[in-house]
T-cell receptor, first 115, second 113 residues
Framework: DAGVIQSPRHEVTEMGQEVTLRCKPI?????LFWYRQTMMRGLELLIY????????DSGMPEDRFSAKMPNASFSTLKIQPSEPRDSAVYFC?????????????FGDGTRLSIL | DQQVKQNSPSLSVQEGRISILNCDYT??????FLWYKKYPAEGPTFLIS?????DKNEDGRFTVFLNKSAKHLSLHIVPSQPGDSAVYFC????????????FGTGTSLTVIP
């Protein structure tokens, strides 16, 4: 079975450029989560969706960050303009139901480097 | 503030021995706890979970213990195998935090053959 698929796996770009990260959740999962991992803060939840609707975006650090889920099988996380401090590994995760006691299944992440 | 803490950044254990990874939390409302394992260049993989109505959950070589009064949980791996070498994250959630999982910063386990 296909797990959560993220693309690209690596992204290197210059400061000020727009960055778009992509995620395909596990088929049938209706909750999707975007996380950022840094050495300083570990894994932080940025935003999550249920049935394609954003439920909580309080973790999005700034207005430069935005996320969309146009359908059940695709989500994007966009940073515009990007800054060096955005460099991190970004993970997408999905779960089968919306509930605090359901494991989330993670993709392999996008390693983002902003020069 | 970190609501879930893993105070040991690394741990080394001989193959065949027990590995014990520890996790502390501060929010008494947390009622669901999980452990994830992460290999380099891969995403975290769900390993085992426990609800606050239990104090122990076992799955093969992996057992999670929960001590609610101490706000402490631990993961025991017996016997440890070289393939268990990875970073282990604990996470916690509560009904009143929606779907937010709070993750620790991870413990890197090395199992020495």
């Amino acid at each position: 079975d296909a797990g959560v698929i993220q693309s690209p796996r690596h992204e290197v770009t210059e400061m000020g450029q727009e960055v778009t990260l992509r995620c395909k959740p596990i088929s049938g999962h209706n909750s999707l989560f975007w996380y950022r991992q840094t050495m300083m803060r570990g894994l932080e939840l940025l935003i999550y969706f249920n049935n394609n609707v954003p439920i909580d975006d309080s973790g999005m650090p700034e207005d430069r960050f935005s996320a969309k889920m146009p359908n059940a099988s695709f989500s994007t996380l966009k940073i515009q303009p990007s800054e060096p401090r955005d460099s991190a590994v970004y993970f997408c995760a999905s779960s089968s139901t919306l509930g605090h006691n359901q494991p989330q299944h993670f993709g392999d992440g996008t390693r983002l480097s902003i020069l | 503030d970190q609501q879930v803490k893993q105070n040991s950044p690394s741990l080394s254990v001989q193959e065949g021995r027990i590995s014990i990874l520890n996790c502390d939390y501060t929010n008494s409302m947390f009622d669901y706890f999980l452990w994830y394992k992460k290999y380099p260049a891969e995403g975290p993989t769900f390993l085992i979970s426990i609800s606050s109505i239990k104090d122990k959950n076992e799955d093969g070589r992996f057992t999670v213990f929960l001590n609610k009064s101490a706000k402490h949980l631990s993961l025991h791996i017996v016997p440890s195998q070289p393939g268990d070498s990875a970073v282990y994250f604990c996470a916690a959630s509560a009904k009143n935090t929606g779907n937010q999982f709070y993750f620790g910063t991870g413990t890197s386990l090395t199992v020495i053959p």
